[in-house]
């Protein structure tokens, strides 16, 4: 359980994050706090949208979907069942492969890091491990040689 409860409060920080950069880029905050001009130039990139879609706003829907994978976890009826481990491993998996690809682009396209992004990036990977270490506790026990 304090597996899925740490990958809840993941979930929110990322909730805070992603919504942070979406309100920038939507011109409701009018500087971002960075403290090295990074964040601006990687959130006014045309590197800032994927298909279409802001990345932050992908940011936000992502981080609300696994925290609603992360409360029916924790609801009694599912508690000790493997699903919601294994559907919240898959969301951060993908989102950490996500994470990835646009740090790629930050390093080597924008030339310029966004600490944000980076929290970003550090929550998803930390939401993977809490995810891997919930489902551990479904392996099967192994089987003893006689």
Known sequence: MIHRMGAAVLS?????????????????IGTIACGTGGCETVQLSRYSAFLGVDVALIGIVGYVVMLAVCLVGLQPAWADRREPAALLALL??????FAVYLT????????AICRWCVASAVIVVGLLV?????????????????
Not at 104 to 111: A, Q, S
């Open 12 to 28: 929110l920080a990322g909730i805070f994050v992603a919504t942070y950069l979406w309100l920038f880029k939507l011109g409701k």
């Open 92 to 97: 951060a998996g993908a989102s950490v492969l």
């Open 130 to 146: 809490l995810a891997l270490l919930d489902l551990r506790r479904f392996r099967r026990p192994e089987r003893q040689q006689a």
């Open 104 to 111: 790629y682009l930050e390093l080597f396209v924008i030339h």
